[in-house]
Antibody, heavy 118, light 110 residues
Framework: QVELVESGGGLVKPGGSLRLSCAAS????????MNWIRQAPGRGLEWMSY????????NYADSVKGRFIISRDNAKNSLYLQMNTLKAEDTAVYYC???????????WGQGTMVTVSS | QSALTQPASVSASPGQSISISCTGT?????????VSWYQQQPGKAPKLIMY???RRPSGVSDRFSGSKSGNTASLTISGLQAEDEGDYYC??????????FGGGTKLTVL
């Protein structure tokens, strides 16, 4: 079945780095734009970044531009998010999400929790 | 990049209809058709229930419908059921190739 499974979350100190991974299965990963979306505890959804099929097009929310880097390895059916210079306000559940087109997110992972705290 | 504006909460009794508004600007909602809606129930990932303003994914009840007028999109749920309780989020692609979500609306079925 179609599935996205995130990993790599955890506790990190302010200023630290973390790399999230997302393993895709059940569909042709290279056919789809992919995104990262986060949700702080008790808060709403916040879009972080997208990457195109081949990785040549990417964009980021202003809140993470210059600190986060999205990438993908289509041979490994995997999506990544390198998070640098982490801040307390980056604490959230991070979701790996497939874009069915028109920025409509039809497949979501279960999320991975990132906590930034000293 | 300000979030889209949604009411914080809405409530109604089973069988009634409700609408949730989502207000943006000409740079997002008013600029194209890429407006979507998501339902999120406690402890779960969001679920896509509407896209391209008016299109329902396969498997989503036809009690859900979408519309847009100018810079405001709306989600209507008719024949409310207890299972419809949850948080609802709108989203819109923007003219700067980013995406905005609304702040979310908590739906309570009385």
């Amino acid at each position: 079945q179609v599935e996205l499974v995130e990993s790599g979350g955890g506790l990190v100190k302010p200023g630290g780095s973390l790399r999230l991974s997302c393993a895709a299965s059940g569909f042709t990963f290279s056919d789809w734009y992919m995104n990262w979306i986060r949700q702080a505890p008790g808060r709403g959804l916040e879009w972080m970044s997208y990457i195109s099929h081949g990785g040549d097009a990417r964009n980021y929310a202003d809140s993470v531009k210059g600190r986060f880097i999205i990438s993908r390895d289509n041979a490994k059916n995997s999506l990544y998010l390198q998070m640098n210079t982490l801040k307390a306000e980056d604490t959230a559940v991070y979701y790996c999400v497939r874009d069915r087109g028109g920025s409509a997110f039809d497949i979501w992972g279960q999320g991975t929790m990132v906590t930034v705290s000293s | 990049q300000s979030a889209l504006t949604q009411p914080a909460s809405v409530s109604a009794s089973p069988g009634q209809s409700i609408s949730i508004s989502c207000t943006g600007t000409s740079s997002d909602i008013g600029g194209h058709i890429y407006v979507s809606w998501y339902q999120q129930q406690p402890g779960k990932a969001p679920k896509l229930i509407m896209y391209d303003v008016v299109r329902r994914p396969s498997g989503v009840s036809d009690r859900f419908s979408g519309s847009k007028s100018g810079n405001t999109a709306s989600l209507t749920i008719s024949g409310l059921q207890a299972e419809d309780e949850g948080d609802y989020y709108c989203s819109s692609f923007t003219t700067t190739n980013t995406l905005l979500f609304g702040g979310g609306t908590k739906l309570t079925v009385l």
